[in-house]
């Protein structure tokens, strides 16, 4: 994902007094190498200083991956926004198509069923949408509360600080009023109330 998805969401940030650093990705990379390249990066922009993250959709698992792979980077509050980190229903029944394949790329395999726990010391927030519209619903009807791409117990980690379900679709919960606010606030607070 190209740094510019997150602008909306990276300016509502900064105007509530964070410095934001953005971080652009290859989604169809291999999720091993997009986990080292995100570790190089919060190394060289927080100077041993602990960061807050906030990650979207495979920027949240990218995100979740690399704080529990990396656990000496030095981290502030953590959010998690509509990030399937224990798999995604709707990546594996595109998966199942050739051409499906080719979208998800090397990340294909990250999107099976499989446990999600936060063994970090600081906070993490997660926040789903609940608004089915999305192009997750194209492949068939998803089962549960969801977004229109990612099922609301497919965010959930053993271990998370607290958790916000908002009504909004996947693909705005990066332009999202209402999601900046909750995130802004889990940042100052490690807590959505």
Do not use: K
């Not at 994902?1 to 290859?26: D, E, K, Q």
């Not at 959930?156 to 990066?174: C, F, K, N, Q, Y």
């Amino acid at each position: 994902m190209p740094r510019v998805a997150m602008t909306l969401l990276a300016a509502r940030l900064a105007r509530a007094g964070y410095r934001v650093h953005s971080f652009g990705y290859r989604g169809r990379a291999p999720l091993a190498s997009n986990i080292e390249r995100l570790a190089r990066f919060a190394r060289e922009h927080v100077d041993g200083r602990p960061a807050h993250f906030v990650g979207h959709s495979l920027g949240g698992v990218l995100v979740y991956d690399t704080l529990s792979r990396h656990p000496e980077l030095a981290s502030g509050h953590v959010v998690l926004l509509g990030a399937p980190v224990r798999g995604c229903h709707a990546g594996r029944r595109l998966g199942g198509a050739a051409v499906g394949r080719w979208l998800l790329g090397a990340c294909r395999e990250r999107w099976q069923e499989h446990e999600a726990r936060w063994m970090r010391r600081e906070p993490l927030g997660v926040i789903a949408g609940t608004l089915p519209l999305g192009l997750g619903r194209l492949l068939g009807t998803l089962p549960g509360d969801n977004d229109g791409v990612v099922r609301v117990d497919e965010t959930g980690v053993d271990g998370m600080s607290d958790r916000a379900l908002v009504r909004e679709p996947h693909s705005l919960l990066t332009v999202s009023p209402r999601v900046a606010a909750l995130t802004a606030q889990f940042l100052r607070s490690g807590s959505f109330a």
